[in-house]
Each structure stands twice: as C-alpha cells, then as structure tokens.
C-alpha cells in the first residue's frame, strides 16, 4: 500500500510541477517549505498518510487569477511537496486529485491545507470553506476531523494575521469540531517580473507566525474569542523563535462544569424515564435513570461537566430516531446515548461512535409453554399404546386363567373359582389395582402364572405411582418452540419494530422476511408487546435479554425464563454505543470512562441493584408469586381413581342389566315338569351320579328328580343339568 501511495505521491507531485517551470523557488519559499517539513517531522506519524489539499485548478466565470501570483501559490506546493517527499517517511495524497483514488483506503491522521484568495472576487476564508466541504465529501469514512491540521496562508491582503488566525479557526472549529489546527500564515508583498519570471520582493514580517485556538482553556466551554501565537519561523535562518509545541493538548480532563446537551433514544432499562420539573427559567427538566444514562453519569462526573437531557424518546421507531439524529447533526445535541447497536449505520461522515458500553445479543421472545395441569399430566404418564397393552394383558390373562382352568386335557386345573370368567377377569382387576384376589391358586404351575401377573402389575404400578407423586409436585411445562421453522409453523404474529428492522438490514440475518403480510403486528411499543408476550399473547417478536428481564421484573414475575421464553440461539450480537458528532471533543474521554466503568463492572453492580429495586417495587405480585411453590391436595386431585370407579360402576350396570335379560329370555325356555313324572324316585343307579352334579348347586340326591328315556338330563328345581 505505501508503495502505492508512493507513486501517487511522484504523479501528484509531478502534475503540480508541471505547469509551474516559469517560477524558480526563492529563498522564501524555501523558507517555507522547510517549516512546514520541520512540522511534519515533529508532530505528523510517520508511515501514516498525509494529505495535502490546495484549490482546485477550475475558472471562475469573471476575472480568473490565472495570474503570476496564483500559480507562484502553486509552486509553493509543489516545491514543499518535492521536499517532503525527499525522506520517504510518508504517503502522500494530493486532493484534488489527478486520478480517482478509492477515499475509503484508511483512516487520515494528517492534513496539510494549502490555501488563498481563488479568484479575484473571493477572500481566503470563502476558498477554505469551499475546500474543506469538498475535501469532507470526498474523504467520506476516511474524514478525521480529531487529526492534526496545519493550515497554510499561501497569500492574503487587506487581514492581520492574528485576526485571520481567528476567522479560520474558529471556522474549522464551530463548523468541523476541528481542535488540532495550527495555521500557519505567510503574508506576501507584491509580485514583481525579473526576466520574464516572477519572483516576490520578500514577506512584510521576518518571520512566519503559527496560531492556534484552544476552545476550554480558562474555563471557556467551547468558545473561541481569541488564538494563541504558538511560535515563530524565523526566516533568515530556519528555526522556531521559543520552540514550543505547536500541538498542545487542547481537550482537558476537566471541563469545569461545562454544559452536554444529551439526546436519547432506548427502550428500559436502557432509558427510564423518573419525572420531570421546571426551573426557574421555565425550561423542563428530564430527570431520567437506566443502564445508558448510569454510564453517562460515570462519565460525567470524572470528566466534571453538567448534563441537560433533552426529552427522551423511549420507544424505538424510525421517526423517533430520526428526530434525535436531527438534534445531533443540528447542533441541539452534543451526544445521543441509548440503545444504538453498532452497526455501520452509525458510522459516517457525520457521527463517531464510542465504544460499546454493554454487549448484548439479539433473541427471539416467545410465549412460553404454560404449565400442565395435574392430573391432565397424570394421565398422560404412560402413552395410549401402553395404555391400550395394559388392558390388552388384562384380558388376556383373564382369558388364559379361564381357559386352562376348564380345558379338559389341561393339568392346570385349579379352584373351581377360575371356571368362571367373571371370576378370572374380576381377579385379574384386583392384582391390577394392588388388591388382593380370592381363591388364589393351588397347583404350583398356576400359581407360577399368576406369579407372573403379580410381578407385572407391580412393576407398572411402581412406575406409575412414581410419576404421579412428581406430576402433583411438578407436572411440568407443554412443548416449547426451539427453532425457526417451529415459530414459522406455528399460529404465532411476528411484532415488526421499523427501528430494529432499519438496524438488522446491515446484518445477514432476514429470516423474519418469511413472515406473511397477514402475521405481522405493528410493534413500535416493543415493552407493550414484551408485556403482551409475558401474559401468554400469541405474539413473537426480536429483542434483548436485558430488555425483556426488566419488564418481566416490573410485572413481578419472579422467574422471566419461564414468561418471556426464547430460543437458544442468538441472531446476532453486538455493543451499544453512544454517538457524538465527528470530532468531538468528548469522544476520547468518553471512551476511556467508558473502558474503565466495563473493567469494574460498575454497570452490572447497578443492574443488580435496579434488578433489586424494581423487585421491591413489584413486590405484591412476587409474594402472590411464591403460591407456585405449594398447593394443596384435595378430593379434586383424585380424579383418576374416580374416574375408574365411575367406569366400574357402568360396567358394572351394563353386565347387571345384561344378566337380567338373559335371565328374562331363560325364563322361557324352561322345561316344565310332566304330570305322568311327577313322584318318581331316582334310580340307585344315579344316586352318586346326582351327588357329584349337585354339589355347585347344593340339591341332595334325595331330592325330587325326573329320569327321561335317554337318560342324559335332569330337571332338579327348575334347574338344568346336563351331563354325559
């Protein structure tokens, strides 16, 4: 890159040179030129650019000065430039210039501002403020009004000195917020031709005079009513009279009191707007608090300066932010503190950010999951396909039991009990629930399959009783949204905020362009929307933790992860800053204050106890909070066993009704006894046969009976018995 600029720098020089070879340097512009490189080597960086400006070369539509003394001006240039160059020790820009050069290479440190009367019809101070507007237009990014300036008065007539010193500097200063600018003046005589070339007859003054202002000394807060004579060049042998500095400092650490006019646009906890008063003037006095002005504070107080907030803006919308960049571009304001992310926006021509005071990043807020409800969570403690198996094995073990039980071939057979299936399944229940069951079995083998009902029962019961003490305790939050694609999915309305929009269109993030026209929601009140959020609104939007833990703070919600929820992945990260205009003399000690306050972690110890303070404030709704910790078990919280005595109960109904009808339809089908068999006497025969048929239903073999021809069927009290 120098090798660039060094090449630059021989085209530059040669293209001043060129037009100038009818003008020979005399002693004083020797004189001059080596003031001027004795300043460069003192005060200017070396390796770092210089750029030297001078007025352009256009013809002025009246009486051009196209004459000797202009373009002895310019060969003035061109002879410093020629020696500047000579060391090698820096790149050197010349503007305008001969070739586009891109103006956004680096940042310029250092500036050499050759100037005089352009034309006839013009003073100095109409040229250089011509030549400074188009040297700021053009530089852009690389503009640095904080550098150091020497300002060189090729020529001038009819000014003192001292007065023209103070014309351009306060020029520079009120205009430019330039503060390091020495000016050096070289007031010449007439113009006389020798030879067919123009050579001066001398300065008026032996010695060349270098002025500067300093705008806060003598506790003058920013006004400049007079300069200061640094030194002088003696021109008949080259050197500096006192040989004082020529760039002293002229920002102090105390600024005695001296008034800042704060702007401000944030959002709470940033800004917190605490009332307002009237003076005895009868201006409004904002008495304002948060994380932003806290800092400004700190800053305030080592630096001793008094600060005027003027109305705050408290909600981050475009119109909003344009007023109070309009205050700072228009002098209303001195500084604009907030929440500014640093983005490139913020960084122009025009303003100069400070460091970040606080770095932050940028999350998707959105409605939590609301807790489950206790005995919804109870049921839910096992899936419907366990449940479904679980009734499934019920059955079927009642269904095994009954079927090995009264299988002819089977050796299980076991307690007459287990030849019922209304037994066997009512059995069955009893293990399920953890109840004891009646006639357990007796033969080994089927005690050992009951065994294995029990250890099953058991290991489900264990589990299940297991989940429904913790779901009373806890029963646990419903699915929350982790990506984009859930949020997107989802019926959820995106909260569009113009301001941070404006902002996230300088970062790569745009996924929230996804949203539809008709799931967007106005949200230029961001802390109505994150309220709205806290009190389950379907409703997203993009903020900061810091923002969104406050107002959960404010509604005296004890724990904000589980109101305003987001996802785990930030969108972006960066600092908020504060913006003063392009040199300002703030800025450094602002930066500095600013560095130590994050070292200390002043701002997080003022976090806290504003956490602290706000939760006092609240504290009505946090003691309503703590209810969350306790409840109480009552009837209602045995729903389940209700439920499943009540569905006891219909089943139960339903297989009683059901009795009763096959009972009714049995009725008719009864085998009435003939009168030819009635008073017959069972045969001997079929006496033993009767005692094993009627022990189940308690007939003696005495008892009347009826034998048919077949032989096969008993008719016993009205009951059926049938046998082989």
């Not at 550098?147 to 001038?156: I, N, P, Q």
Request: include cysteine; hydrophobic fraction near 40%; charge should be neutral.
């Amino acid at each position: 890159m120098q090798c660039t600029f060094l090449i630059l720098t021989a085209i530059a020089i040669s293209t001043a040179t060129a037009d100038n070879n009818n003008f020979s340097p005399n002693r004083q512009h020797q004189q001059i030129a080596l003031c001027i490189q004795t300043i460069v080597h003192q005060y200017f960086t070396r390796g770092r650019t210089v750029l030297v400006s001078m007025p352009s070369d256009e013809q002025h539509t009246g009486r051009s000065l196209s004459t000797p003394p202009y373009d002895n001006n310019r060969a003035l240039v061109s002879f410093t430039l020629t020696k500047l160059h000579e060391n090698v020790s820096w790149p050197l820009r010349l503007f305008p210039p001969e070739i586009p050069l891109d103006a956004g290479v680096e940042t310029t440190h250092s500036y050499i501002i050759f100037t005089w009367p352009q034309h006839e019809d013009t003073d100095v101070m109409e040229t250089l403020r011509n030549q400074v507007e188009t040297l700021k237009e053009a530089e852009g990014g690389s503009w640095n009004p904080r550098g150091k300036f020497l300002v060189v008065v090729a020529d001038s007539i009819g000014v003192s000195p001292k007065e023209l010193g103070l014309q351009i500097y306060e020029e520079l200063w009120k205009e430019h917020f330039i503060i390091d600018n020495t000016i050096l003046i070289a007031t010449r005589d007439n113009y006389v031709p020798i030879n067919g070339k123009n050579y001066t007859d001398g300065l008026r003054k032996d010695t060349l005079d270098l002025y500067t202002g300093l705008p806060y000394e003598h506790d003058k807060c920013g006004d400049v009513t007079d300069v200061t004579l640094l030194d002088q060049w003696r021109l008949h042998n080259g050197t500096f009279i006192r040989n004082a500095s020529l760039y002293p400092l002229k920002i102090p650490d105390n600024f005695h009191t001296c008034q800042i006019r704060v702007a401000t646009l944030g959002l709470p906890p940033y800004i917190i707007s605490t009332g307002n008063s009237t003076d005895s003037d009868g201006n409004v006095v904002y008495k304002l608090d948060g994380l932003a002005v806290q800092n400004m504070l700190l800053a305030a107080d080592k630096m001793n300066v008094t600060l005027v907030f003027l109305k705050p803006s408290l909600i981050l919308a475009i119109v909003e932010a344009v007023v109070e960049v309009g205050n700072l571009v228009d002098r209303r304001a001195d500084i604009l503190i907030g929440t500014m992310p640093l983005l490139p926006l913020f960084v122009s021509t025009w303003f100069q950010p400070t460091i970040p005071y606080e770095y932050t990043a940028a999350k998707w807020f959105v409605p939590c999951p609301q807790p489950v409800a206790r005995m919804e969570k109870v049921m839910h403690t096992y899936t419907l396909p366990v449940w479904l198996t679980m009734a499934t094995v019920l059955l079927l073990t009642a269904i095994l039991w009954w079927g090995l039980a009264n299988w002819r071939h089977s050796s299980l057979k076991d307690s007459h009990t287990y030849q019922s299936l209304s037994h066997c399944l009512y059995n069955a229940w009893a293990v399920f629930m953890g109840n004891s069951a009646i006639n357990t079995p007796k033969t080994w083998k089927f005690k050992f399959i009951f065994l294995v009902y029990v250890w099953y029962c058991f290991a489900m019961s264990t589990v299940f009783q297991a989940f429904f003490t913790s779901y009373l305790v806890e029963p646990g939050y419903g699915k929350k949204f982790e990506t984009f694609d859930d949020l997107f999915h989802s019926h959820l309305v995106y909260g569009y905020n113009d301001g941070l929009e404006g902002g996230m269109a300088s970062t790569s993030y745009d996924e929230y362009l996804r949203f539809p026209y008709s799931r967007l929601q106005d949200c230029n009140d961001l802390v109505e929307c994150t309220r709205r959020i806290a009190n389950n609104d379907q409703l997203c939007i993009i903020s900061g933790p810091r923002i969104s833990q406050y107002i959960a703070s404010e509604m005296g919600i004890r724990d904000a992860s589980k109101s305003l929820c987001t996802f785990e992945d930030n969108l972006f990260t960066t600092g908020f800053i504060f913006l003063l205009n392009n040199g300002s003399p703030f800025l450094n000690r602002v930066n500095a204050l600013t560095r130590r306050s994050l070292e200390g972690g002043l701002l997080d110890r003022y976090w806290a106890q504003l956490l602290w303070r706000t939760n006092l404030e609240s504290k009505m709704r946090i003691r309503d909070a703590k209810k969350d910790m306790y409840f109480v078990f009552s009837l209602s919280h045995l729903r389940p066993a209700f439920c499943v005595l009540g569905i006891g109960c219909v089943l139960s109904s339903v297989v009683f009704l059901a009795e009763i009808f096959v009972k009714w339809i049995a009725k008719d089908r009864t085998v009435k006894w003939s009168e030819d068999r009635k008073g017959r006497h069972c045969k001997p025969k079929t006496a033993p046969l009767l005692t094993r048929l009627n022990i189940q239903n308690r007939i003696s073999a005495t008892e009347k009976c009826a034998n048919f021809p077949d032989g096969n069927t008993l008719i016993l009290s009205e009951k059926k018995i049938t046998y082989n």
